[in-house]
Protein backbone atom coordinates (compact mmCIF):
# COMPACT_ATOMS: atom_id res chain seq x y z
CA UNK A 1 0.00 0.00 0.00
CA UNK A 2 2.75 2.48 0.75
CA UNK A 3 4.64 1.38 -2.28
CA UNK A 4 1.43 2.04 -4.05
CA UNK A 5 0.90 5.51 -2.54
CA UNK A 6 4.30 6.93 -3.74
CA UNK A 7 3.93 5.65 -6.94
CA UNK A 8 0.55 7.80 -7.14
CA UNK A 9 2.43 10.89 -5.70
CA UNK A 10 5.20 10.48 -8.10
CA UNK A 11 3.02 10.22 -11.17
CA UNK A 12 0.60 13.36 -9.47
CA UNK A 13 4.21 15.50 -9.07
CA UNK A 14 4.99 14.67 -12.72
CA UNK A 15 1.95 15.31 -14.12
CA UNK A 16 2.40 18.86 -12.68
CA UNK A 17 6.02 19.07 -13.85
CA UNK A 18 4.73 17.97 -17.67
CA UNK A 19 1.27 20.95 -17.64
CA UNK A 20 4.54 23.48 -16.59
CA UNK A 21 6.74 22.25 -19.53
CA UNK A 22 2.92 22.56 -21.98
CA UNK A 23 2.28 25.60 -20.79
CA UNK A 24 6.39 27.12 -21.60
CA UNK A 25 5.97 25.21 -24.84
CA UNK A 26 2.83 27.32 -25.23
CA UNK A 27 4.96 30.46 -24.55
CA UNK A 28 7.88 29.68 -26.55
CA UNK A 29 5.42 29.01 -29.74
CA UNK A 30 3.77 32.36 -29.44
CA UNK A 31 7.26 33.78 -29.00
CA UNK A 32 7.98 32.52 -32.41
CA UNK A 33 4.72 33.36 -33.93
CA UNK A 34 4.50 37.08 -32.79
CA UNK A 35 8.35 37.92 -33.44
CA UNK A 36 8.57 36.68 -36.82
CA UNK A 37 4.85 38.33 -36.93
CA UNK A 38 6.80 41.78 -35.78
CA UNK A 39 9.09 41.59 -38.74
CA UNK A 40 7.22 40.59 -41.44
CA UNK A 41 4.85 43.65 -40.25
CA UNK A 42 7.72 45.97 -38.90
CA UNK A 43 6.10 46.44 -35.45
CA UNK A 44 8.18 47.50 -32.84
CA UNK A 45 5.82 47.39 -30.13
CA UNK A 46 5.14 43.29 -30.40
CA UNK A 47 8.67 43.08 -30.83
CA UNK A 48 8.84 44.83 -27.60
CA UNK A 49 6.22 42.77 -26.13
CA UNK A 50 8.16 39.39 -27.16
CA UNK A 51 11.35 40.52 -25.55
CA UNK A 52 9.04 41.29 -22.31
CA UNK A 53 7.52 37.95 -22.43
CA UNK A 54 11.29 36.10 -22.42
CA UNK A 55 11.09 36.18 -18.73
CA UNK A 56 8.21 34.20 -18.04
CA UNK A 57 9.77 31.35 -20.36
CA UNK A 58 13.42 31.61 -18.22
CA UNK A 59 11.07 31.42 -14.85
CA UNK A 60 9.03 28.53 -15.96
CA UNK A 61 12.50 27.00 -16.79
CA UNK A 62 13.67 27.74 -13.58
CA UNK A 63 10.65 26.09 -12.09
CA UNK A 64 10.64 22.86 -13.72
CA UNK A 65 14.38 22.46 -13.00
CA UNK A 66 13.50 23.12 -9.76
CA UNK A 67 10.83 20.62 -9.39
CA UNK A 68 12.86 17.90 -11.09
CA UNK A 69 15.42 17.99 -8.68
CA UNK A 70 12.77 17.99 -5.40
CA UNK A 71 10.88 14.94 -7.14
CA UNK A 72 14.10 12.78 -8.01
CA UNK A 73 15.38 14.00 -4.15
CA UNK A 74 12.24 13.30 -2.54
CA UNK A 75 10.62 9.86 -4.64
CA UNK A 76 14.14 8.70 -5.90
CA UNK A 77 12.74 7.63 -9.35
CA UNK A 78 14.48 4.38 -10.97
CA UNK A 79 14.80 3.38 -14.41
CA UNK A 80 11.65 4.06 -16.56
CA UNK A 81 10.58 6.91 -13.90
CA UNK A 82 14.11 8.57 -14.12
CA UNK A 83 14.35 8.45 -17.88
CA UNK A 84 11.18 10.98 -18.05
CA UNK A 85 12.26 13.03 -15.51
CA UNK A 86 15.56 13.58 -17.15
CA UNK A 87 13.98 13.66 -20.67
CA UNK A 88 11.63 16.87 -19.21
CA UNK A 89 14.53 18.91 -17.98
CA UNK A 90 16.29 18.86 -21.23
CA UNK A 91 13.33 19.30 -22.91
CA UNK A 92 12.95 22.62 -20.75
CA UNK A 93 16.41 23.18 -21.76
CA UNK A 94 15.62 23.33 -25.01
CA UNK A 95 12.29 25.53 -25.28
CA UNK A 96 13.85 28.03 -23.05
CA UNK A 97 16.93 28.33 -26.28
CA UNK A 98 14.47 29.13 -28.76
CA UNK A 99 12.72 31.39 -26.44
CA UNK A 100 16.02 33.33 -26.55
CA UNK A 101 16.15 32.74 -30.34
CA UNK A 102 12.91 34.11 -30.67
CA UNK A 103 13.69 36.96 -28.79
CA UNK A 104 16.73 37.66 -30.08
CA UNK A 105 14.74 37.84 -33.06
CA UNK A 106 12.62 40.92 -32.42
CA UNK A 107 15.34 42.78 -30.80
CA UNK A 108 17.02 42.64 -34.57
CA UNK A 109 13.68 43.64 -35.96
CA UNK A 110 13.75 46.74 -33.58
CA UNK A 111 16.93 47.94 -35.79
CA UNK A 112 15.91 46.79 -39.17
CA UNK A 113 12.89 48.88 -38.88
CA UNK A 114 14.94 51.65 -39.75
CA UNK A 115 17.39 50.31 -42.53
CA UNK A 116 16.81 50.06 -46.37
CA UNK A 117 14.23 47.12 -46.69
CA UNK A 118 15.21 43.83 -48.22
CA UNK A 119 13.08 42.69 -50.75
CA UNK A 120 10.90 39.50 -50.19
CA UNK A 121 13.51 39.02 -47.49
CA UNK A 122 10.66 39.54 -43.65
CA UNK A 123 8.37 37.42 -45.93
CA UNK A 124 10.46 34.04 -46.35
CA UNK A 125 11.98 34.52 -42.65
CA UNK A 126 8.41 34.78 -41.35
CA UNK A 127 7.71 31.29 -43.79
CA UNK A 128 10.50 29.62 -42.29
CA UNK A 129 9.97 30.90 -38.43
CA UNK A 130 6.28 28.99 -39.18
CA UNK A 131 7.78 25.95 -40.61
CA UNK A 132 10.18 25.82 -36.74
CA UNK A 133 6.63 26.64 -35.44
CA UNK A 134 4.61 23.70 -36.80
CA UNK A 135 7.45 21.41 -35.84
CA UNK A 136 7.57 22.71 -32.61
CA UNK A 137 3.69 21.86 -31.93
CA UNK A 138 3.67 18.64 -33.27
CA UNK A 139 6.91 17.27 -31.53
CA UNK A 140 4.94 18.93 -28.00
CA UNK A 141 1.94 16.31 -28.75
CA UNK A 142 4.47 13.45 -29.85
CA UNK A 143 5.14 14.18 -26.01
CA UNK A 144 2.57 14.72 -24.60
CA UNK A 145 1.05 11.06 -26.65
CA UNK A 146 4.29 9.81 -26.09
CA UNK A 147 4.48 9.74 -30.23
CA UNK A 148 7.28 8.07 -31.62
CA UNK A 149 6.41 7.89 -35.09
CA UNK A 150 5.32 11.82 -34.92
CA UNK A 151 8.72 12.90 -33.35
CA UNK A 152 10.37 10.75 -35.79
CA UNK A 153 8.65 12.87 -38.03
CA UNK A 154 9.63 16.15 -37.10
CA UNK A 155 13.54 15.22 -36.80
CA UNK A 156 12.63 14.70 -41.05
CA UNK A 157 11.25 17.91 -41.35
CA UNK A 158 14.53 20.11 -40.24
CA UNK A 159 16.16 19.12 -43.46
CA UNK A 160 13.27 21.62 -44.67
CA UNK A 161 14.63 24.39 -42.49
CA UNK A 162 17.91 23.57 -43.51
CA UNK A 163 17.45 24.01 -47.04
CA UNK A 164 15.14 27.15 -46.18
CA UNK A 165 18.22 28.57 -44.17
CA UNK A 166 20.89 27.91 -47.04
CA UNK A 167 18.60 29.35 -49.70
CA UNK A 168 18.29 32.87 -47.51
CA UNK A 169 22.07 32.85 -46.84
CA UNK A 170 22.50 33.04 -50.51
CA UNK A 171 20.17 35.40 -51.27
CA UNK A 172 21.45 38.05 -48.51
CA UNK A 173 24.89 37.41 -50.10
CA UNK A 174 23.94 37.90 -53.79
CA UNK A 175 21.87 41.42 -51.95
CA UNK A 176 24.86 42.17 -50.40
CA UNK A 177 27.19 42.03 -53.39
CA UNK A 178 24.99 44.21 -55.63
CA UNK A 179 24.97 47.02 -53.41
CA UNK A 180 27.42 48.00 -49.88
CA UNK A 181 24.23 49.79 -48.99
CA UNK A 182 22.40 46.21 -48.39
CA UNK A 183 25.79 44.67 -46.53
CA UNK A 184 24.57 45.63 -42.53
CA UNK A 185 20.44 45.02 -43.09
CA UNK A 186 21.72 41.77 -44.37
CA UNK A 187 23.80 41.11 -41.63
CA UNK A 188 20.88 41.48 -39.15
CA UNK A 189 18.87 39.36 -41.52
CA UNK A 190 21.50 35.96 -41.50
CA UNK A 191 21.37 36.55 -38.32
CA UNK A 192 17.59 36.05 -37.90
CA UNK A 193 17.64 33.45 -40.39
CA UNK A 194 20.59 31.38 -38.26
CA UNK A 195 18.53 32.10 -34.93
CA UNK A 196 15.84 30.67 -36.43
CA UNK A 197 17.78 27.74 -37.90
CA UNK A 198 18.64 26.85 -34.18
CA UNK A 199 15.17 26.94 -33.25
CA UNK A 200 14.95 24.11 -35.96
CA UNK A 201 17.68 22.18 -33.96
CA UNK A 202 16.52 22.63 -30.75
CA UNK A 203 13.39 21.30 -31.66
CA UNK A 204 14.69 18.04 -33.32
CA UNK A 205 16.81 18.08 -30.09
CA UNK A 206 13.47 17.66 -28.39
CA UNK A 207 12.18 15.13 -30.93
CA UNK A 208 15.18 13.43 -29.90
CA UNK A 209 14.16 13.30 -26.21
CA UNK A 210 10.91 12.19 -27.00
CA UNK A 211 12.10 8.99 -28.64
CA UNK A 212 14.81 8.20 -26.22
CA UNK A 213 11.75 8.66 -23.62
CA UNK A 214 9.54 6.24 -25.18
CA UNK A 215 12.25 3.79 -27.06
CA UNK A 216 14.77 3.73 -23.92
CA UNK A 217 17.65 4.79 -26.69
CA UNK A 218 18.06 7.90 -28.94
CA UNK A 219 18.07 8.07 -32.63
CA UNK A 220 21.15 7.49 -34.44
CA UNK A 221 23.35 10.73 -35.06
CA UNK A 222 23.47 10.59 -38.78
CA UNK A 223 20.05 11.61 -39.49
CA UNK A 224 19.49 13.76 -42.50
CA UNK A 225 20.78 16.91 -42.61
CA UNK A 226 20.75 19.37 -45.13
CA UNK A 227 24.36 21.25 -46.22
CA UNK A 228 24.50 24.56 -44.32
CA UNK A 229 26.33 27.34 -45.23
CA UNK A 230 27.85 29.60 -43.16
CA UNK A 231 29.55 33.10 -42.80
CA UNK A 232 32.87 33.21 -42.59
Known amino acids: MSDQHIVSAFDRDLEGI???VMKMGGLVEAAIVDA??????????????????DQAIDDLDTLINEECANLIALRAPAAVDLRVVLSVMKIAGNLE????????????????VHMTPIEGARGALQRMA???????KDVLDAFIERDLDKAQDVLER?????????????????F???????????????FIAKNTER?????????EQVIYLVSGSLPEENRPKATRYEAE
Not at 37 to 46: H, K, T, V
Not at 199 to 207: K, L, N, Y
Open 18 to 20: QAH
Open 130 to 136: REVQLML
Open 176 to 190: MMEDPRHITPCMHLH
Open 36 to 53: SQSLLNQDEELSAEVIKR
Open 158 to 174: DRDVDQMYNALFREFLT
Open 97 to 112: RIGDYAKNMAKRNAVL
Open 199 to 207: MGDHVTSIA
